[in-house]
């Protein structure tokens, strides 16, 4: 017969052959590098993620913001990500099912907007909160982003602006990447991945000219939202990006 200690045995001797792995080091698995990896996993375990992507023709967009900064101090200056976080949360009064947790028996669709805006440290990911971000204009979720950024890097953020969101967007565009897989930031029902910008040729009444596309990607918990209410989000999330001027008024 051949037992467990028999394989066991084989095993070490099989591995005897191999020298050891050198080590670069050794980084301790606690602080905020273990609560990301409990939460996130927590997230894997009890959400059932599925992620829908689509591509949104943000010319008009980026024309927008060269507007908006005309004359503006590089430091001030209007990011991608401000119009965004506004184009989500004004489409999420429109999918309140999107803006929603699950807790006990019941979906709470809340009531108030507070949409979390991911930033990658060195050796972690904090989400700070713009609140209420439907009812602040591009320029005050720009100014907020940029507030919770520089204190997240310094690492003075409060409780409060940490906590509470009801809805995600992480952008990962300034680092290459077309498409992602997000993972759901518990307890929300769904959460956007934004994409770089690359110019794309295409045929417009016979002329080729160059659009600026972008992926967008959306991560939603199952158990919360059902595809197609999920699809709607996002098409309609893909034509306030495509038709900005909404945005500003």
């Known amino acids: 017969r ?4 028999d394989v066991e045995r084989a095993l070490a001797e099989r591995m005897a052959q191999f020298p050891p792995r050198k ?20 997230s894997h375990t009890t959400a059932v993620p599925v992620t829908l ?19 503006v101090p590089k430091r001030d200056e209007i ?3 401000a119009l ?17 947790s699950l807790e006990g028996d019941e979906i709470v669709e809340w009531g108030e ?9 060195e050796d972690g990911l904090l989400v700070p ?16 982003i940029r507030e919770l950024a ?25 680092y290459g990447v077309d498409a992602f897989t997000p993972v759901i930031n518990p307890p929300e029902a769904a959460i956007l991945g934004v994409g770089r910008t690359v110019s794309r040729p295409e045929l417009r009444d016979g002329q080729l000219v160059l659009r600026q596309v972008t992926t967008l990607s959306l991560t939603f918990d199952h158990r919360l939202v059902d595809g197609a209410p999920a699809a709607q989000f996002l098409s309609s999330l893909r034509e306030s990006l495509e038709r900005p001027y909404g945005l500003v008024r």
């Open 113 to 121: 907007i507070h949409v979390g805006v991911a930033v990658a440290l």
């Open 84 to 100: 965004i976080v506004k184009a989500a949360a004004q489409t999420l009064k429109r999918y309140p099912r999107l803006n929603s």
């Open 53 to 71: 992507t689509t591509e949104a023709d943000v010319t008009e967009l980026l024309a927008l913001r060269v507007r908006l900064n005309e004359g």
């Open 150 to 174: 520089r204190k997240a890097e310094k690492g003075t953020l409060g409780p409060d602006e940490v906590s509470g969101s009801t809805f995600t967007v992480t952008n990962l565009g300034m």
């Open 79 to 81: 990011s991608v990500t």
């Open 23 to 42: 080590v670069l080091r050794r980084i301790s698995y606690d602080g905020m590098r273990r609560t990301i990896g409990e939460r996130l996993g927590h």
């Open 129 to 144: 909160v713009v609140r209420d971000a439907d009812q602040k204009t591009v320029g005050q979720i720009n100014a907020e």
């Open 2 to 5: 051949i037992v467990e200690a």
